[in-house]
């Protein structure tokens, strides 16, 4: 169960959002949820698939929202950027190549989107006099051993040094979270395929592997009660539980024998949010840990006399030494509050 602290969120009534990689998993959820709580003047979705615009332009969530707005274009593109920024407020940027497979095969690829498109994004969203923009991370980031963990703790670094840039306005911070649990790409929807085609076990990488779970839903409240506390520079972690990925497995496909595969390259035994080095520079309230700047002693003395306490030496946040822990009832809960009824990008 995760317990987030929403009761500061912001006020986007009348406000011009644009979120890029709008037509994603997050992305969705994300307009979905804004368009419920707020009356935003515009909400921009920025994605570069055309055909899963026009999908979302037809669902019945969106397609009377006159606030809502359509841009085609990629984060390689600055320009086009430059131009879709144009009036807006926030960013919410969810654009990303996130499969670690494909960003091993492709490198160049995933740099010219995750890295270059960060770059981009920050110097259209100065350009453009942006108030606050919120990048979304991975716990990939933390201690890096795969192409996509390195190119988003690049982007992290890229977010947070901006604030140097920025003259105090746009805002930069970030959201580094989890796996979303059904979200295309992790283990839920591919062991319930096999369970539908009849698999006789289910294959699992290794026994001890752990790894942090979220709901989609509680990622867009977690980022919106971000949008709201920020004030620049700060890599917000939630607090969220930690399961074996051999009870997700027995969660999902009760009964069923178990075949270990081994773990694929570029994969952790287990996930970190919080590292041991970043721990020195972390504060941690009820229901999140920020990770502040070391050098920007203005922003520590905020969080101080906002009563954030400090971490212990030796302290990091990793999904195996985790205290909270889901077992299959919780899962199976987190699974079913987690489904969408619009395709995922």
Partial sequence: MVHQDLSNMPDLDGASVMVTGGTGS?????????LARFKPRKLI???RDELKQHEMQQHPDF???ECMRYFIG??????RLEMAMRDVDYVIHAAALKQVPAAEYNPFECIRTNVHGA?????ASIRTDVKKVIALSTDKAANPINLYGASKLAADKIFVAANNLSGGQPVFSVVRYGNVAGSRGSVVPFFRQLVEAGADEIPITDPRMTRFWITIQQGVEFVLSCLASMHGGEIFVPKIPSMKVVDVAEALAPGLPHATVGIRPGEKLHEVMVTEDD??????LEDRYVILRSDDQNLHRIYAESGARALDEGFSYASDTNSEWLDHDGFRALVNATASPVQPD
């Fill in 279 to 284: 721990a020195r520079s972390t504060v941690e």
């Fill in 63 to 65: 397609r009377a929202q």
């Fill in 26 to 34: 997050f992305g969705q959820a994300f307009v979905r949820g804004t």
């Fill in 119 to 123: 770059e981009n994004i920050v110097t």
């Fill in 74 to 79: 990629d984060v390689r593109d600055a320009d």
């Fill in 45 to 47: 979705v920025f994605s």
